[in-house]
């Protein structure tokens, strides 16, 4: 009952971009991508959407290939936050937030929709900025209404049993920091309170080590290393896939993984 | 006046968001405008009499009207107002699918080759048909000009649209440009057989280029007809066009079977399209300015512009008809000329909105 690829290779021209990838994103656990620019990260998260598919390998979704799901009932398991969307023309913030609720729009009452577009907003802190244009806005804001869209995608109906999947492209680019942590406590609360399969692909190691359960590692399109993030987010290794030094604070207690780094 | 009730308008909508109460009030305006339309011309018929008149059908009322008058506002003004309500609305929706589809609010049917498919199909029956194809004008007659019209603008389309196919699914970009080139080269080809047109070949081509609505009556039907059944299906796609807006890739996340929307709005816009100029020739400006009108007094859902469109095209090919049919008594303006002579200024007003806008 997973979204996982197995043995994924994608070239495009004959360059490859991922090799030999198998991973699987599991329900309730936030998976964090970490890896360089250019590691095949944007790549891997394109191929577990559904929007590139693999030059060798599959993608399966509860072990039915990618493929063979009728894009409507994939867009009622899996939503996808972009990296940047461009939209010329003058919509609401509540409106793009509101086209979430497109899969469901015969299967969920227009209060339910209202309610749960609500909650979205109120989650992604976008409220106040309900009735304004959305190609005003600043581009922080475009990406929380961006995540409010996901979010309201990724909570279905009430009545629903199967396992979602919210996948996440640098949600934290372009936002200030408290932002940064709202948003991926938004999709850790996911996992943890609706047994939500998230992924995000990031760059912040802390954040990452905060408030991720899982971490994979890529680095030149390979699979380096996944796990729980505490086994997978070695200095050594990071040093190596980063090419800089970094190093780990020693733990006390309770307290999160903690990283500095230097050239 | 008008602008005062536009900033009502306007405070409305931010209000309650969804704009659909103005669909009603769009409907009733293009009632009237209907009414008052058919009464202008050569022969004046108060629109209180025409309207009486209709419903005298129905037995509510006893028509007043001469026999001379009925003649004129059945056999004459009806079929030409059904016509121009048919081609607004087809152009109207046209223009605004495309500007979805391309995700560009300067987007229209033309662009992928709807216009100069049909252009270049008229002008080789009009130049070549007494050469080349005899036995296509003696086997359509006086359908000549709307078929080669129309089975233009889909080839030129279908050949836009499968120049744009990369392993199995079309890029809305590459569509632009395999149009900007298709164009250019169609353009090419007309500006040749132009070249060796005779002056009365150069004039009907120049009067079909125009267009006009006096061809209206029996020989429109079929293409009344394609319009209505492609408008339709264009207006069907209004929700999950919305969801392109966001782009391509977000609407297919989205559960939007997206080739399947770019092949229906792609094909239903050149039949919509390409019935109105076998109908009519080419009446410019319509695709482009009723989806802005209907944005500018609506916002930008779909939902609401899709229809708004229609109408609203429907509207303003009614009172550019009338302005077309009375201004030079008792000859004919072509309506493409009014069209584009108030389209032109109106864009320039939209624009420097638009640009008082961004600097606020």
């Given at each position: 009952m997973t979204l996982s690829v197995n043995d994924v290779s994608v070239v495009i021209g004959s360059t490859p971009l991922l090799q030999n990838v198998t991973l699987g994103l599991v329900p309730g656990q936030f998976l964090g991508i970490l890896g360089p620019n250019g590691a095949g990260k944007s790549t891997l998260l394109k191929v577990l959407s559904g929007e590139l598919s693999p030059s060798h390998g599959t993608v399966t979704l509860d072990s039915t290939p990618l493929k063979a799901w009728r894009d409507e009932t994939l867009a009622r398991r899996r939503a996808v936050m972009p990296q940047a969307s461009q939209l010329a023309f003058p919509f609401s913030a509540r409106a793009v937030v509101a086209m979430g609720r497109w899969p469901y729009e015969r299967m969920s009452s227009p209060f339910q929709n209202h309610r749960i577009v609500e909650r979205a907003m109120a989650i992604a802190d976008i409220r106040h900025l309900g009735k304004r244009s959305y190609p005003v806005l600043s581009g922080g804001e475009k990406q929380r209404v961006q995540l409010a869209r996901a979010l309201a995608q990724s909570f279905g109906t009430e009545d629903e049993t199967d396992s979602k999947y919210l996948l996440l492209d640098e949600p934290t680019a372009g936002l200030d920091i408290a932002h940064q942590h709202a948003v991926l406590k938004a999709a850790k609360d996911q996992s943890k309170n609706y047994g939500t399969a998230s992924m995000a692909v990031l760059h912040d190691l802390n954040q990452a080590a905060l408030y991720c359960d899982q971490v994979a590692l890529i680095s030149n399109g390979k699979l380096i290393a996944s796990g729980a993030t505490a086994d997978v987010m070695e200095p050594a290794l990071l040093s190596k896939v980063f090419g800089c030094t970094i190093t780990r604070q020693a733990q006390q207690g309770d307290s999160p993984l903690s990283f500095t780094s230097s050239l | 006046m008008a602008y005062l009730s536009l900033a009502k308008i306007r405070r409305r909508k931010k209000r309650d968001g969804?704009?659909?109460?103005l669909l009603p009030l769009l409907l009733a305006g293009l009632f009237i405008a209907v009414l008052l339309s058919l009464g202008i011309g050569g022969v004046s018929i108060p629109p209180l009499a025409s309207a009486g008149h209709f419903f005298s059908y129905l037995g509510f009322t006893v028509s007043d009207l001469q026999p001379q008058e009925i003649l004129i506002l059945e056999a004459v003004r009806l079929p030409r107002t059904a016509l121009g309500l048919a081609i607004g609305m087809a152009l109207g929706l046209s223009g605004a699918v495309m500007q979805s589809l391309f995700r560009n609010p300067l987007a229209d049917p033309g662009l992928i080759g709807v216009s100069s498919g049909a252009a270049l199909a008229v002008v080789c029956v009009i130049v070549l048909g007494d050469t080349l194809f005899a036995s296509f004008l003696e086997a359509t007659s006086s359908y000549s000009l709307p078929l080669a019209a129309f089975a233009g603008s889909l080839a030129t389309t279908a050949l836009v649209y499968n120049l744009a196919r990369r392993e199995g699914a079309t890029d809305v970009a590459v569509m632009l440009l395999m149009g900007i080139a298709v164009n250019a080269i169609v353009g090419s080809f007309i500006g040749l057989l132009t070249y060796i047109a005779d002056d009365s070949e150069l004039r009907s081509l120049t009067f079909w280029s125009m267009g006009s609505l006096s061809g209206a009556g029996e020989a429109t039907w079929p293409s009344i007809g394609i319009m209505v059944l492609a408008s339709l299906l264009l207006l069907r796609l209004s929700g999950p066009l919305n969801l392109f807006l966001l782009g391509e890739t977000e609407a297919k996340h989205l559960g939007v079977a997206t080739e399947g929307i770019k092949r229906q709005a792609a094909l239903a816009a050149a039949c919509a399209t390409g019935a109105a100029v076998a109908a009519a020739g080419m009446i410019g400006f319509i695709g482009l300015i009723a989806p802005h009108l209907a944005r500018l007094i609506g916002g930008a859902d779909n939902r609401f512009v899709l229809p708004a469109a229609a109408l609203l095209g429907a509207l303003l090919i009614i009172i550019a008809d009338t302005i077309a049919r009375i201004i030079v008594l008792p000859a004919e303006l072509p309506i493409g000329l009014v069209t584009s002579f108030i389209g032109g200024p109106f864009f320039f007003a939209l624009l420097f909105r638009e640009f008082r806008k961004r600097r606020a």
């Amino acid at each position: 009952m997973t979204l996982s690829v197995n043995d994924v290779s994608v070239v495009i021209g004959s360059t490859p971009l991922l090799q030999n990838v198998t991973l699987g994103l599991v329900p309730g656990q936030f998976l964090g991508i970490l890896g360089p620019n250019g590691a095949g990260k944007s790549t891997l998260l394109k191929v577990l959407s559904g929007e590139l598919s693999p030059s060798h390998g599959t993608v399966t979704l509860d072990s039915t290939p990618l493929k063979a799901w009728r894009d409507e009932t994939l867009a009622r398991r899996r939503a996808v936050m972009p990296q940047a969307s461009q939209l010329a023309f003058p919509f609401s913030a509540r409106a793009v937030v509101a086209m979430g609720r497109w899969p469901y729009e015969r299967m969920s009452s227009p209060f339910q929709n209202h309610r749960i577009v609500e909650r979205a907003m109120a989650i992604a802190d976008i409220r106040h900025l309900g009735k304004r244009s959305y190609p005003v806005l600043s581009g922080g804001e475009k990406q929380r209404v961006q995540l409010a869209r996901a979010l309201a995608q990724s909570f279905g109906t009430e009545d629903e049993t199967d396992s979602k999947y919210l996948l996440l492209d640098e949600p934290t680019a372009g936002l200030d920091i408290a932002h940064q942590h709202a948003v991926l406590k938004a999709a850790k609360d996911q996992s943890k309170n609706y047994g939500t399969a998230s992924m995000a692909v990031l760059h912040d190691l802390n954040q990452a080590a905060l408030y991720c359960d899982q971490v994979a590692l890529i680095s030149n399109g390979k699979l380096i290393a996944s796990g729980a993030t505490a086994d997978v987010m070695e200095p050594a290794l990071l040093s190596k896939v980063f090419g800089c030094t970094i190093t780990r604070q020693a733990q006390q207690g309770d307290s999160p993984l903690s990283f500095t780094s230097s050239l | 006046m008008a602008y005062l009730s536009l900033a009502k308008i306007r405070r409305r909508k931010k209000r309650d968001g969804a704009s659909y109460w103005l669909l009603p009030l769009l409907l009733a305006g293009l009632f009237i405008a209907v009414l008052l339309s058919l009464g202008i011309g050569g022969v004046s018929i108060p629109p209180l009499a025409s309207a009486g008149h209709f419903f005298s059908y129905l037995g509510f009322t006893v028509s007043d009207l001469q026999p001379q008058e009925i003649l004129i506002l059945e056999a004459v003004r009806l079929p030409r107002t059904a016509l121009g309500l048919a081609i607004g609305m087809a152009l109207g929706l046209s223009g605004a699918v495309m500007q979805s589809l391309f995700r560009n609010p300067l987007a229209d049917p033309g662009l992928i080759g709807v216009s100069s498919g049909a252009a270049l199909a008229v002008v080789c029956v009009i130049v070549l048909g007494d050469t080349l194809f005899a036995s296509f004008l003696e086997a359509t007659s006086s359908y000549s000009l709307p078929l080669a019209a129309f089975a233009g603008s889909l080839a030129t389309t279908a050949l836009v649209y499968n120049l744009a196919r990369r392993e199995g699914a079309t890029d809305v970009a590459v569509m632009l440009l395999m149009g900007i080139a298709v164009n250019a080269i169609v353009g090419s080809f007309i500006g040749l057989l132009t070249y060796i047109a005779d002056d009365s070949e150069l004039r009907s081509l120049t009067f079909w280029s125009m267009g006009s609505l006096s061809g209206a009556g029996e020989a429109t039907w079929p293409s009344i007809g394609i319009m209505v059944l492609a408008s339709l299906l264009l207006l069907r796609l209004s929700g999950p066009l919305n969801l392109f807006l966001l782009g391509e890739t977000e609407a297919k996340h989205l559960g939007v079977a997206t080739e399947g929307i770019k092949r229906q709005a792609a094909l239903a816009a050149a039949c919509a399209t390409g019935a109105a100029v076998a109908a009519a020739g080419m009446i410019g400006f319509i695709g482009l300015i009723a989806p802005h009108l209907a944005r500018l007094i609506g916002g930008a859902d779909n939902r609401f512009v899709l229809p708004a469109a229609a109408l609203l095209g429907a509207l303003l090919i009614i009172i550019a008809d009338t302005i077309a049919r009375i201004i030079v008594l008792p000859a004919e303006l072509p309506i493409g000329l009014v069209t584009s002579f108030i389209g032109g200024p109106f864009f320039f007003a939209l624009l420097f909105r638009e640009f008082r806008k961004r600097r606020a």
